[in-house]
């Protein structure tokens, strides 16, 4: 029993209706609905939010289909689940974590350039200038994370144990109190980074601009993204460099929920939903080369009434191929 993984792109399908934005609180968010899927996309879009002008793009619109999503359009799966039901099932939680068991991986990286186009394509250093010291996920949804972090990371101060927290911030939800030697934080505004207690150190770097990350081959134990991956438009790049920088056997954890800047996010994230996101994720780590075949964990504390919570996890192999 495996899933079959595939595109496909059908300009002509009506727009039934657009995202919407969501302030929470102090959490700047845009929600994306769950089961989201592709349509048509659109010219010379241009518009201004926060001062930014939007890139002149052709790009997905996110659609709200009953049932429908990436993986009932695109995904098919020899067995019990198939088409539509699996999708439903994959509301529910602990559903998510089926969607990368035994996948038959087409041949090439199954994405196009303009999948991971976002529909502001201004500097991401320009919008990310001002600090921003709130947290973009609800607090179960923080605590559920730090309890998994609890659950798989080394020991507190461990000996020669070195943790990147990739697009990090002022905060990395790892446990209470928790240290090693080295934890380096990487993000894109220095004051939040400054403000992080958990780091030892920490470099301002745009991945979008360098994927290539500034460390020496098997130099990490650890490293970590929390509700960022969405915003990476050279994935494959960056997930090669975190294989070279991992030690073997070392542990890359992307977490992620269905709140995002959705101006910044890739188009094949907005366009998409949930269990999707899984697959996308998945599908990073298969084609970058040098790790284990990924697998999905549902940490959601509360399904339906507070923030979707999951993970997509891989380890480095251990013997190169």
Not at 41 to 59: E, I, P, V, Y
Not at 155 to 173: F, K, Q, R, Y
Request: glycine fraction near 8%; charged fraction near 20%; charge should be neutral.
């Amino acid at each position: 029993m495996a899933f079959r993984f595939g595109l496909l792109h059908n300009p002509k399908t009506p727009i039934l209706a657009v995202a919407v934005h969501r302030t929470s609180g102090t959490r700047p968010s845009f929600w994306v609905p769950a089961g989201a899927c592709a349509c048509g996309g659109f010219s010379k879009a241009q518009a201004k939010l926060n001062g930014s002008r939007f890139a002149t793009a052709r790009r997905r619109l996110v659609i709200g289909v009953g049932g429908a999503s990436f993986l009932s359009l695109f995904v098919g799966m020899d067995g019990e689940f198939g088409g539509k039901r699996f999708v439903a099932s994959a509301r529910q939680k602990g559903a998510v974590e089926e969607v990368l068991k035994n996948v038959d991986w087409p041949e090439q990286f199954p994405f196009k350039e303009e999948d991971f186009q976002r529909f502001d394509e201004s500097s991401d250093s320009v919008f990310y200038d001002a600090p921003r010291f709130v947290t973009h996920i609800d607090d179960p949804a923080i605590a559920a994370l730090t309890k998994y972090y609890s659950e798989v990371l080394p020991p507190s101060n461990t000996p020669g144990v070195s943790i990147l927290d990739m697009c990090s911030s002022w905060v990395s939800h790892y446990p209470k109190g928790y240290k090693q030697d080295r934890i380096v934080g990487m993000g894109m505004n220095e004051e939040e980074l400054k403000r992080n207690p958990i780091l030892t150190e920490y470099i301002v770097q745009d991945l979008n601009v360098e994927p290539k990350l500034p460390f020496d081959d098997n130099s990490f134990d650890v490293i970590t993204n929390v509700v960022s991956v969405d915003y990476l438009t050279k994935p494959l790049d960056v997930f090669k460099e975190m294989s070279r920088i991992l030690k073997p056997g070392g542990l890359a954890i992307m977490s992620f929920s269905n709140r995002c800047f959705f101006t910044k996010a890739i188009s094949i994230w907005t366009s998409t939903g949930d269990a999707d996101h899984v697959m996308i994720v998945g599908s990073y780590f298969h084609y970058a080369g040098g790790f284990e075949p990924p697998q999905a964990v549902d940490i959601s504390p509360n399904p339906g009434r507070s923030d979707p919570m999951y993970i997509v996890f891989s380890r480095k192999a251990s013997i190169e191929a």
